[in-house]
């Protein structure tokens, strides 16, 4: 945890300019923008990909519904890292800080529940807004969610959701908060991640590592690259009028912020489960 607040420092300094506002004047405008700018590149990550992490069902409720998503060995796998054998890595935030004003700022993520998998993995979030959570899952799931700041974590809500709901949250984080986790109180390999955003200037990488942000005003800009489990990147960028200006952005994995997780190659459950009981994956094998 030391290492979360050395690494995230340089982050909660630069967010604290745009992204929580405590005054109307540092709020953001939206306005027409002329003579605009295009962003896009890639994000890659160099380096042993850490493995996921695994939770054997047996330790949970609800094996067998959630077991339809396993690895067919009685484990759930939580993927944190969506990396293509090329390097490319998905998921990762992209957000510029510092744009008073620009583009419409039209934005409400829903957070999607279904075979006991918190969809997407990595969502943004606006502070003083709603977020929408949608089960499709015939059973209850109690949705928590907190803050993160240096070594402390705050409860921000905590909703169970009944078998295909849909539940409305408010965001509404902290001073100088700017990290959002979404977890289940009852299947602790169900879990989510944002990051405070103050202007549509966003994008999450997809799965080839690519992002595009559009309709930038121009100007010097800094620019976060943020994945939960890494060191950020920070590039200063100049946008121009109507051009579109290239970046790229490569993580290291020997900057992971948690050290690596054990590759846990054997189980005590493994000489203690009758096979006959483990829940064999129907929907989904992850790998």
Same mark, same amino acid.
């Given at each position: ?132 959570? !949608? ?149 989904? !094998?992850?790998?």
């Amino acid at each position: 945890m030391k290492k979360f607040s050395l690494f995230y420092g340089l982050i909660f300094v630069l967010l604290s300019f745009i992204c929580l506002p405590s005054s109307k004047s540092w709020a953001y405008e939206e306005e027409r923008v002329t003579n605009a700018g295009t962003y896009s590149g890639k994000v890659t990550l160099t380096g042993t990909v850490p493995p996921p992490r695994r939770f054997h069902l047996i330790t949970f409720p609800n094996m067998e519904y959630c077991g339809t998503v396993s690895d067919g060995k009685g484990d759930r796998l939580l993927r944190e890292f969506e990396v293509s054998d090329k390097g490319e890595f998905g998921q990762v935030v992209v957000l510029f800080v510092g744009v008073p004003k620009g583009k419409p700022f039209e934005y409400n993520p829903e957070i999607k529940i279904e075979n006991c998998l918190i969809d997407p993995f990595i969502a943004p979030v606006r502070n003083n807004h709603p977020i929408k959570l !949608i089960s499709k899952d015939p059973i209850v799931h109690d949705v928590q969610a907190y803050t993160l700041k240096d070594d402390y974590t705050f409860a921000m809500f905590n909703k169970p959701i009944k078998p295909n709901a849909t539940e409305i949250k408010n965001v509404k984080f902290r001073p100088n908060h700017y990290i959002f986790r979404i977890q289940c109180g009852v299947h602790s390999y169900m879990q989510n991640w944002g990051i405070a955003i103050g202007n549509p200037y966003f994008a999450v990488t997809g799965s080839d590592g690519s992002f595009s942000i559009s309709e930038i005003p121009p100007g010097e800009y800094d620019v976060i690259a943020w994945h939960p489990l890494m060191k950020p990147i920070v590039h200063h960028v100049t946008i121009s009028s109507n051009e579109s200006t290239p970046d790229s952005f490569d993580f290291d994995s020997k900057d992971v912020i948690v050290p690596y997780h054990d590759l846990q190659t054997g189980y005590r459950f493994d000489t203690a489960l009758i096979p006959s009981i483990i829940p064999k994956s129907t929907v989904l !094998i992850q790998h």
